[in-house]
C-alpha cells in the first residue's frame, strides 16, 4: 500500500506535494519520491526512509516547477532502496504507482526483449518503459500512451505519469486500487486517499475502475480505458484529517476490519493458476524434488500469527500429507529443539521482526532446516533470515490488534499447502481447483459476512457486563476459537479463553453459568452435529450463547427460538475457506465490545505493534 500525490497549478508545487505525501503516512513507507516539471523537463529526488530524508534531499536540491507527481512507497516488489523508491523514470516519462502488477513478470522479460534495460526490481518500472516506447512509438499525446499500455497491464495500479513533452498536464489511471482527484480553484490534484488533499480542497471525484483522466489546471477531464467521456459530478468531502485517515471509521481497527476482502484479493493477486489448479508462486523456492522429500513442517510464530499457522497446519496435513507441527518462538528458542535437513520451517509473522520468532528461524537455519518466511513487512528481518519468502500484501496493519494480517496469512498458508500438495502429488489438478476456485470467491463471501455488523454491535451491547467468555470450535476452527479469545483480551481487557470444543468436557465446562457467554463457531462443516452438541451442553447449563453458523442453517435457527442464543450468520463455503469467515464475526465482536467499554482500540494498554524484545 502506497501513497501518490499529483498536482498542477500554479503554485511551487514540491512543498505542497511533501504535504500531501505526509497526510499518507498511515499508508506506511519506507521511501519517497517526487518528480516535478519545471518547464523544460522532469527532475526526480527520492529518499529512503523517512519523509525527513526526503525534506533533507530537497533543501540540498530544490525543485522548482508547478506540475508535479509524489510518492510514498511501502514496497512490495523490490527492496525499499533509493533505486526501487518512485518515480520510476524512462526516456523523458516518470510514473508513481500504488498496487501490483500481476504480469510484471512477463511484461519485463518482454520489454527486455525490446533492448530495454531496468534501473530497478519494481514492477512500477516497467509502466514508465510501455508508456515511453508507446511515445517513441508514435503515440500522439501522453493520454494516449498511457492509454495503450493500459492494455498490456494485469493486476491492481493507481498511476500518476508525467511527460517532458507534456509540461502543463498529469495523466492518472486507476484499476482495483484507490485514486481520487480533487479540483480547486485553478489547481487540480490527485492522491491516493483524501487526507492528502484537505488542505487545498473538499471537492473530490472518485475514480472508479477502469478510469483515467488528464489533471490540468483548469480542471478534469474524465474517461474510461477505451476512451469512452465519463461524466461524474464532484463531492464535498466535510471530514476532519484525522477522520479521513481512518476512512470515515472510528477506528483503524475497524477500517482494517472492512479492508479485508480487498487485502485478500492482494494476496492472492498473480498466485493463482485455476487451469492447472496449481498455486504460482516462485518464491516460495521449494522445487518439486525438495516438496516430495519433505519429513515434517515446522511452523514457528507468535500470537495472532500463531493462530494462523495451527490453521495451517490442518491444511498442510490434509492437503500436501505431511505432517505438521506448530511451535510459539518463545518456545522454541529456549526448548534446545531438533530441528531436521528435510524440516520446512514456516516462519509466519506480520511485522517480519518479531525476536522469538527471527530467533527461532536462526535455530533452525543453524541446523540446516529450510526456512520460509510468511510476512507481511517486505524486506523485514525474518524473510531476510529465511531462504525463501511469501508476502502477503495486506498493507500496512495501524491497529495492533492484528486483523487484517490475520485472514491475509489464513490466505498465503492456504497457498503454501495447495504448492506442497500439487508438487508432492497429494492434490489433484482438480482438488486444486476446487480449493482455488473457493479462495478466488472468498473475499466476496468475506464482504457478506461483514454484513452482520450491526447484529454484532447489538450482541456486544447485550454482553458489556462480561468478565469472561469462552471462544469454542473443532478442526480448523478451533484455532480461530483461540483467536477469537486473544482479540478479545488485547483490546477489551475482557478475561477470554479459546478451546477446542470436544475438550470443554475436560475442564472448561465448571466455569459455565448463566453469566458466562460462549461463543461457539458451528459452520457446516464436518465437525457442526458435533460442535452443536457441545452448544447444547452450554445451554443446559445456561451459559449465553453467541453461534457463528452458515446462513439458513434451520436446525441452529430453532435452537435459538428456545432462547439464550444469539446467531450470527455467515455465507456457506468449502471447508477450506470456513477460517477466513468464521473470524470476521469474532474481530468484529471484540472490537464493538472494546468500543463498548471504551478501551484505546487502535493502542492498547500495555501491547505493542512490533515486538522486538523477549
Ligand atoms: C495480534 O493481535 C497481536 N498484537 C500479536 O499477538 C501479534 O500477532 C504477535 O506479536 C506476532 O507478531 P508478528 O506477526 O508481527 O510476528
Known amino acids: 500500500m502506497c501513497g501518490i500525490v499529483a498536482y498542477v497549478g500554479t503554485k511551487s508545487c514540491a512543498p505542497l506535494l511533501v504535504e500531501g505525501l505526509r497526510r499518507l503516512e498511515y499508508r506506511g513507507y519506507d521511501s519517497a519520491g517526487l518528480a516535478v516539471h519545471g518547464g523544460n523537463g522532469i527532475e526526480i529526488i527520492r529518499a529512503v526512509g523517512k519523509l525527513a530524508n526526503l525534506d533533507a534531499a530537497l533543501a540540498k536540491n530544490p525543485l522548482a516547477g508547478t506540475v508535479g507527481i509524489g510518492h510514498t512507497r511501502w514496497a512490495t516488489h523490490g527492496r525499499p532502496s533509493e533505486v526501487n523508491a518512485h518515480p520510476h523514470a524512462a526516456g523523458s516519462v516518470a510514473v508513481v504507482h500504488n498496487g501490483i502488477i500481476e504480469n510484471h513478470v512477463e511484461l519485463r522479460k518482454e520489454l527486455q526483449g525490446r533492448g530495454v534495460v531496468f534501473a530497478s526490481d519494481t514492477d512500477t518500472e516497467i509502466v514508465a518503459h510501455l508508456v515511453d516506447e508507446k511515445l517513441r512509438k508514435g503515440a500522439k499525446s501522453l493520454e494516449e500512451a498511457v492509454r495503450q499500455s493500459l492494455t498490456h497491464l494485469r493486476g491492481a495500479f493507481a498511476i500518476a505519469v508525467v511527460w517532458k513533452d507534456a509540461p502543463d498536464e498529469i495523466v492518472v489511471a486507476k484499476q482495483d486500487s484507490p485514486l481520487v482527484v480533487g479540483i480547486g480553484d485553478g489547481e487540480t490534484f490527485a492522491a491516493s486517499d483524501i487526507p492528502a488533499l484537505l488542505a487545498h480542497t473538499r471537492d473530490v471525484l472518485f475514480l472508479q475502475d477502469g478510469e483515467m483522466g488528464v489533471l490540468r489546471k483548469g480542471g478534469f477531464t474524465l474517461t474510461t480505458f477505451d476512451g469512452t467521456p465519463v461524466t461524474r459530478a464532484t463531492k464535498r468531502i466535510d471530514w476532519s484529517p484525522t477522520q479521513a485517515e481512518k476512512g470515515g471509521y472510528k477506528h483503524f481497527m475497524l477500517k482494517e476490519i472492512h479492508e479485508q476482502p480487498r487485502a485478500v484479493e492482494d494476496t492472492l493477486r498473480g498466485r493463482i493458476d485455476l487451469e492447472r489448479g496449481d498455486v504460482l508462486a516462485s518464491e516460495i523456492g521449494i522445487t518439486p524434488e525438495t516438496a516430495q522429500s519433505l519429513g515434517r513442517v515446522y511452523f514457528v510464530a507468535c500470537g495472532t500469527s500463531a493462530h494462523a499457522a495451527m490453521t495451517a497446519r490442518y491444511w498442510v496435513e490434509q492437503i500436501a500429507r505431511v505432517p505438521a507441527v506448530v511451535e510459539i518462538g518463545s518456545e522454541v528458542r529456549y526448548r534446545d529443539p531438533v530441528f531436521l535437513p528435510n524440516d520446512l520451517v514456516i516462519a509466519v509473522s506480520q511485522s517480519g521482526e518479531t525476536l522469538d520468532t527471527l530467533a527461532a528461524v536462526k535455530a533452525a537455519k543453524a541446523q540446516g532446516a529450510r526456512v520460509l518466511a510468511v ?25 495492533v490488534a492484528s486483523t487484517k494480517c490475520f485472514t491475509t496469512q489464513l490466505t498465503a498458508l492456504l497457498l503454501v499447502a495447495v504448492y506442497l500438495g500439487r508438487q508432492r502429488g497429494t492434490l489433484s489438478a482438480d482438488g486444486g481447483r476446487r480449493i482455488l476456485e473457493a479462495l478466488w470467491h472468498a473475499p466476496g463471501l468475506m464482504r457478506t459476512a461483514l454484513d452482520e ?24 476452527n478451533f484455532p480461530i476459537a483461540l483467536e477469537g479469545a486473544l482479540k478479545l483480551k488485547e483490546i477489551s481487557y475482557i478475561h477470554a479463553e479459546g478451546y477446542a470444543a470436544g475438550e470443554m468436557k475436560h475442564g472448561p465446562i465448571a ?15 464436518s465437525h ?35 432462547g439464550g442464543v ?8 468449502e471447508p477450506e475457506i470456513l477460517p477466513l469467515l468464521t473470524v470476521l464475526p469474532l474481530q468484529l465482536l471484540s472490537y464493538f465490545m472494546a468500543d463498548g467499554k471504551g478501551t484505546d482500540v487502535d493502542q492498547p494498554r500495555n501491547l505493542a505493534k512490533t515486538v522486538t524484545v523477549e
Not at 513487512?377 to 495501524?398: C, F, K, M, Q, W
Not at 466455569?511 to 462443516?525: A, S, T
Open 528 to 562: 457442526y452435529e458435533k460442535t452443536l452438541s457441545n452448544m447444547q451442553e452450554v445451554r443446559a447449563r445456561e451459559g449465553q450463547v453467541i453461534a457463528v453458523g452458515t446462513v439458513g442453517d434451520h436446525e441452529l435457527a430453532e435452537y435459538a427460538a428456545k
Open 566 to 573: 444469539d446467531v450470527i450468520s455467515i455465507p456457506a463455503a
Open 375 to 399: 510476512a507481511n513487512v517486505l524486506d523485514s528481518a525474518i524473510p531476510r533470515a529465511a531462504n525463501g519468502a511469501l508476502y502477503t500484501h495486506a498493507g500496512p496493519e495501524i491497529g
Open 511 to 525: 466455569l459455565i453459568d448463566e453469566e458466562m457467554p460462549v461463543v461457539v463457531l458451528c459452520p457446516k462443516d
Open 453 to 476: 455488523e450491526a447484529a454484532l454491535k447489538a450482541v456486544a451491547k447485550k454482553h458489556l457486563r462480561a468478565r469472561d467468555m469462552l471462544f469454542l470450535g473443532r478442526g480448523p
